[in-house]
């Protein structure tokens, strides 16, 4: 049973740490994602890159890596623990994060972990535990992202919505706490690897995307 435990939540950890972006970024326009703009290997980085279909396609990617990471792990019996079950899709989103292939040197020696956000990995996580909790949590997020603009934002709107979605399942449907530890857990882990964009969004510098976008856009156009 230990083995078991062990070899899941280093393969939790190995499965996130596949960076789809880099992988689809590379084969599509032979450049290294490492280079553009944030440096992530998401979803939304890799669109920046490459475009919509390469985007579209690694973010798909690395919401299945975790909710097939969940999958697996709810099949073997020591996982039956919600506690010892939401681990895994944590150490996804941490490989996602700090991928284990895209370690690095810079100039001074000092080594480097790269990889995405989490957003995605996190929303995996989330599918896997609940399915129907994904489909809420990437509803709301494209408005957020249309309307409010902030990649970023988004990207953390995707923690706090499981975070929200299991606790109501847990205070009125009886589903185990667990579940909404994930949720906050994970917000920790996407505030982390989210800091750049934070500081930007309070200096009012971060890059806006969708429907505010435009409107500023037309505005200067017209202006």
């Not at 697996?72 to 039956?80: H, K, M, N, T, W």
């Not at 790269?114 to 990437?138: D, E, N």
Request: hydrophobic share 50%; glycine share 14%; proline share 4%.
């Amino acid at each position: 049973m230990t083995v078991q435990i062990i070899g899941m939540l280093i393969g939790a950890y190995l499965i996130g740490s596949i960076p789809f972006g880099f992988i689809i970024v590379k084969i599509t326009s032979g450049e290294d994602i490492r280079t553009i703009q944030s440096g992530r290997t998401g979803g939304t980085n890799t669109w920046r890159a490459a475009g919509f279909i390469p985007g579209f396609s690694t973010a798909f990617l690395d919401i299945g890596k975790a909710a097939s990471a969940v999958t697996i792990a709810r099949v073997l019996p020591a996982f039956s623990n919600p506690w010892l079950l939401i681990l895994v899709p944590i150490l996804v989103i941490i490989g996602n994060n700090y991928s284990f292939f895209m370690v690095s040197r810079d100039k001074d020696g000092k080594v480097n972990f790269g990889g995405g956000a989490g957003g995605a990995a996190c929303l995996g996580g989330a599918v896997g535990l609940w399915w129907p909790s994904g489909l809420i949590i990437l509803g709301v997020g494209i408005l957020i992202y249309y309307f409010v603009g902030y990649a970023s934002v988004t990207t953390m709107w995707v923690a706090l919505g499981a975070t929200l979605i299991f606790s109501y399942r847990a205070v009125f449907l009886g589903s185990p706490w667990a579940f909404a530890v994930y949720g906050l857990a994970a917000e920790g882990l996407l505030v982390l690897s989210l800091l750049p964009n934070i500081r930007r969004l309070l200096a009012g510098t971060e890059r806006l995307h969708g429907f505010r976008a435009k409107q500023i856009k037309n505005q200067e156009k017209f202006s």
